[in-house]
Nanobody
């Protein structure tokens, strides 16, 4: 059974930073490209950033480029999202899943990020 468990969210002021983690089990993690996605109420889940198997390729949506950094540690079966210069519009529930393309049965509970003063 595949499990992806996100953590690291919280309440932060505009301009602040957070580091999200997503730890996997039940898959051979190093074989998969991984992505971070986010969702706000009433909207569809959207890709934030993706990293290829091996970490050689990274892809960022324009709205986070230069502020967020995706990385992975295959020894720990974990993918990270370092988020700097956070804005109120970054407020969302953040999820990880495979990339490119997600697996419907891999979605976890997500971690809430709230950017507010």
């Amino acid at each position: 059974q595949v499990q992806l468990v996100e953590s690291g969210g919280g309440l932060v002021q505009p301009g602040g930073s957070l580091r999200l983690s997503c730890t996997s089990s039940g898959i051979i993690f190093r074989f998969y490209g991984m992505g971070w996605y986010r969702q706000t109420p009433g909207n569809e889940r959207e890709l934030v950033a993706g990293i290829s198997s091996g970490g050689w390729q990274r892809n960022y949506r324009e709205f986070v480029r230069g502020r967020f950094t995706i990385s992975r540690d295959d020894a720990k079966n974990t993918v990270y999202l370092q988020m700097n210069s956070l804005k109120p519009e970054d407020t969302a529930v953040y999820y990880c899943n495979t990339w490119p393309g997600t697996r419907a049965d891999y979605w976890g509970q997500g971690t809430q990020v709230t950017v507010s003063s």
